[in-house]
């Protein structure tokens, strides 16, 4: 379930402007549809991919915050140790810290450090995918 939601969130986000984060309202539609905490979860993972793409080193084209390890929820705030993004076709592992407002749609904080690229040896083991 978690999964398809990423997806659908992800597909939403690769189509809409550089400039559409504020947030638009068709995502901010469909991310009204999830639970709080999916909702908290899939507009940290779009948080992460604008600024990864910001930083102009990466262009994700997906974010997973549970590949290695589960997050972790405090209010309003999650943790993601254990994420992955895709970038070029390679993983690379990601940690976020991420607080929302405004029912999880709005960004209030967010600090993150990108990681070391996931070996290929390793994608199958943890459903990483080209």
């Not at 978690?2 to 659908?8: A, E, I, M, P, T």
């Not at 140790?81 to 991420?98: D, I």
């Amino acid at each position: 379930m978690k999964r398809s939601l990423l997806l659908v969130a992800m597909a939403l986000h690769s189509a809409l402007p550089a400039h559409a984060f504020a947030i638009d309202p068709r995502v901010a539609s469909q991310l009204d549809k999830l639970t709080p905490e999916e909702r908290r979860e899939q507009r940290c993972d779009m948080e992460a991919m604008d600024r990864i793409k910001k930083s102009g080193d990466f262009r994700p084209d997906k974010v997973i915050a549970y590949t290695f390890s589960d997050t972790v929820e405090n209010g309003d705030s999650i943790r993601a140790p254990g994420a992955v993004f895709r970038s070029a076709g390679e993983w690379y592992r990601l940690k976020y810290k991420c607080e929302t407002g405004d029912k999880g749609l709005s960004i209030m904080s967010f600090d993150f450090k990108i990681g070391t690229k996931v070996p290929r040896t390793q994608w199958e083991r943890y459903y990483l995918y080209d």
